[in-house]
């Protein structure tokens, strides 16, 4: 059943199948293969699956990118981080990284993330002299923290599939973004150690502190998210509604959004927000067809026979999950894998938690790995770069955030440490 449900899959995929009817027609084929096939049952864990509350925050999220980005909350954020670090050797990668950071608390969007961040600085450092694929490089390294800080979204899909704790996710994401941008910052010092292009000047306390100021109502807002979640003052979705309407206020309080502009953003978010609906309902299909096919307890019982050490299970699945993440986007992943690997490190004792913190950076690897990474594809069109040459820029920011994954791995402390502390 395990290879009935791999074949049927990746055949529609690569036929070119819509991800949502991949899964509808790999749930469909493995029941009627066991001859319980049921159009009524099918219908009815379809609607089933969108119908759950903790999704509805990453329409919340999602409109709170999307009005971040076009209320002039990104300049503010890169003009703060300029101040900063605008006049260190390389300085702005330091800037992309410390930009990025801020931004991955905003909206929990790679994507979004990278298109705002990269729609400033590339330009700004193809012009300081910075080559266009190392350049494009760090802006999409750093861009798929989003994933990983919170609030993330694929990290509110992973609550909901596997049952665990969205705010425990959120808490355990943190260190380990964290740590992720501290790669990039080293990684960035060795490339750009003997550069010879030229700094910004750089800035007085004053300065600083007027760019604080400027900024100082957009850095708040991951805080408010922090501090409500880890206070029990609101759930996940809650938290997706308070930083829409706080980015709303704070948008308009810097006279740059438009009320004009609010339904083209509406309009978006709706588009973005119907697919990844419709995908988590087929995925709900794809779980009960898994479940009744007993997928998990088949592998469970293949991997008894590698080892029953639970490091070395967790390292072969984070491999698979890996050449999963360069041939299929992030939260089909999630919607399609999750339900197959979580029983199975389950029944070894890993914690759900800190392997759904795991699974995340581990495919958000993927969106800056060719051929699919849509991150790349963002960057590329922003830079006017070929794929295969922002492929070499972003290799040595690809390997250390493989890096970092195996490291968290062999310290899983850093992610579960922060969860027994805070959660």
């Not at 929990?108 to 694929?133: C, H, Q």
């Not at 999409?140 to 923290?145: F, K, L, N, R, T």
């Not at 308009?252 to 953003?265: M, N, Q, V």
Request: hydrophobic share 55%; net charge neutral; with cysteine.
């Amino acid at each position: 059943m395990i290879w009935l449900f791999l074949v049927s899959l990746f055949v529609l995929l690569f036929l070119g199948t819509p991800v949502s009817i991949a899964m509808l027609g790999s749930a469909a084929v493995m029941l009627g293969v066991m001859g319980l096939f049921d159009h009524q049952i099918m219908a009815d864990y379809f609607i089933n699956g969108a119908n759950n509350f903790s999704l509805m925050a990453i329409p919340f999220f999602i409109l709170t990118g999307e009005i971040m980005k076009q209320g002039g909350v990104s300049k503010r954020i890169v003009d703060f981080a300029l101040s900063l670090v605008g006049h260190v050797k390389g300085g702005l990668g330091y800037v992309a990284i410390i930009s990025g950071l801020i931004f991955a608390g905003l909206s929990g969007s790679a994507v979004a993330d990278t298109a705002a961040l990269g729609a400033i600085l590339i330009p700004m450092m193809m012009s300081r002299g910075y080559s266009a694929k190392s350049s494009t490089g760090i802006i999409c390294a750093v861009g798929i923290i989003a994933m990983v800080i919170p609030p993330s979204i694929p990290m509110i899909v992973f609550g909901v599939i596997g049952g665990v704790s969205i705010t425990k996710m959120f808490i355990g994401g943190a260190p380990a973004g964290l740590l992720m941008c501290l790669g990039l910052w080293f990684t960035w010092k060795y490339l750009y150690r003997d550069t010879e292009i030229p700094t910004f000047e750089k800035k007085s306390w004053k300065e600083r502190g007027k760019a604080f100021v400027e900024a100082f109502w957009a850095l708040m807002l991951p805080v408010i998210i922090i501090v409500g979640l880890r206070g029990g003052i609101f759930t996940p979705t809650e938290a997706g509604v308070v930083a829409a309407i706080y980015a709303t206020i704070v948008s308009f309080g810097y006279r740059e959004l438009k009320p004009t502009a609010l339904p083209d953003i509406f309009l978006s978010v709706t588009k973005t927000t119907g697919i990844v609906m419709f995908i988590a309902s087929a995925a709900m299909v794809s779980a009960y067809a898994i479940t009744v096919a007993q997928i998990p307890q088949e592998l469970v019982q293949i991997l008894k026979g590698v080892s029953d050490n639970p490091i070395v299970i967790l390292v072969i699945i984070m491999m698979f999950l890996l050449l999963v993440g360069c041939v299929m986007d992030l939260v089909p992943a999630i919607l399609i894998f999750a339900p197959v690997l979580l029983p199975v490190v389950v029944s070894y004792g890993i914690d759900p938690i800190y392997f759904g913190v795991l699974m995340v950076i581990n495919l958000s690897i993927g969106l800056i790995t060719p051929p699919i990474g849509t991150v790349l594809y963002v960057g590329s069109s922003i830079s006017k770069i070929k794929i295969g040459e922002l492929a070499q820029g972003i290799a040595p920011f690809l390997l250390v955030h493989i890096v970092v994954m195996f490291l968290l791995i062999a310290i899983p402390e850093i992610i579960t440490y922060p969860i027994k502390l805070l959660g």
